[in-house]
């Protein structure tokens, strides 16, 4: 829901399974119409048909690879459209492997779904939901993107899947602060391991077949959503869905903040010094 509290069209990517099935389902429910984007035409027509039996939402499908320039640009031209009130930035691969063995085309890859297409498609919504007064935008991070320094085993190797999360989560950080003051709302999302079929390939191709869940399991894709969705009415930046502990996030951004102002003293001190040898 936007600041407003009103609904209207909702783009949410990486619509073929989990997650962003999950996205499309609950809005359609709360009363969104959609446009679904994946690379699986077949798997979107059939979850557009199921919505549209189901709540009545009128449900737009676009199939196209994220990674590819001009499926990009054509996605944000949509995005940019007068309707479009929420932008649910979901798509992701993952790469997963030891950074010297997986090829450098899925690594760039990972980068152009992952980094690239979010802050594309972010960038063509944003300026028209500030010009109408109302929108909202939501990044799918992970909690990967808090795991730097953590060795695989049992996490995967993800070093560039890592640091893409990363981004977002500082992308959306940084862009809520210089949004502060209007009526568009960012949000980014870290869950951590989901019941979906994410892990049963590294993003190369999209996983054949009907949708499955990884052997991993993990927390259902529907109570992120939930969680997701919730915050977002509450204006809250990161949702970390089933974090038992409520002030951890606000401890991070205090940890951040020490760091900063205690390195920009060292850093005038040593400018003053060096200006003035002589105190």
Not at 118 to 131: D, E, G, N, Q, S
Not at 173 to 198: D, H, K
Not at 216 to 230: C, I, Q, R
Not at 240 to 257: F, I, N, Q, S, T
């Amino acid at each position: 829901m936007t600041s407003d509290g009103t609904t209207g069209t909702a783009v949410v990517t990486g619509a073929s399974s989990g997650i962003g099935v999950e996205y499309a389902a609950q809005l359609a429910r709360r009363g969104w119409d959609l446009v679904l984007i994946a690379r699986r035409a077949e798997r979107l027509a059939a979850l557009a048909a199921r919505l549209r039996e189901d709540t009545g939402a009128t449900v737009e499908t676009v199939a196209a690879d994220l990674a590819r320039a001009p499926d990009l640009a054509r996605v944000a031209g949509r995005v940019a459209g007068d309707d479009v009130a929420l932008l649910v930035n979901n798509a992701g691969i993952n790469g997963y492997g030891p950074f010297t063995e997986v090829d450098p085309g899925l690594l760039a890859k990972v980068l152009d779904v992952n980094v690239v297409a979010p802050t594309v498609l972010t960038r063509a919504a944003v300026p028209h939901m500030v010009a109408r007064g109302r929108g909202a935008v939501v990044n799918v991070a992970s909690l990967l993107a808090f795991a730097g320094a953590l060795p695989p085993g049992p996490l995967p190797h993800r070093a560039v899947y890592g640091g893409t999360k990363g981004y977002l989560v500082t992308f959306t950080r940084t862009l809520a602060a210089e949004l502060a003051g209007t009526p568009v709302r960012v949000q980014v999302v870290c869950p951590g391991l989901t019941a979906t079929e994410f892990h049963l390939g590294a993003g190369d191709a999209p996983v054949p077949g009907e949708a499955r869940v990884h052997d991993e399991g993990g927390m259902p894709p529907a109570d992120v959503v939930t969680a997701s969705l919730a915050a977002l009415e509450t204006g809250e930046v990161v949702c970390v869905p089933g974090l038992p502990d409520a002030e951890a996030v606000a401890r991070l951004a205090a940890a951040e903040l020490a760091l900063r102002d205690g390195s920009g003293a060292a850093l005038a001190d040593r400018y003053r010094a060096a200006d003035h040898p002589d105190g």
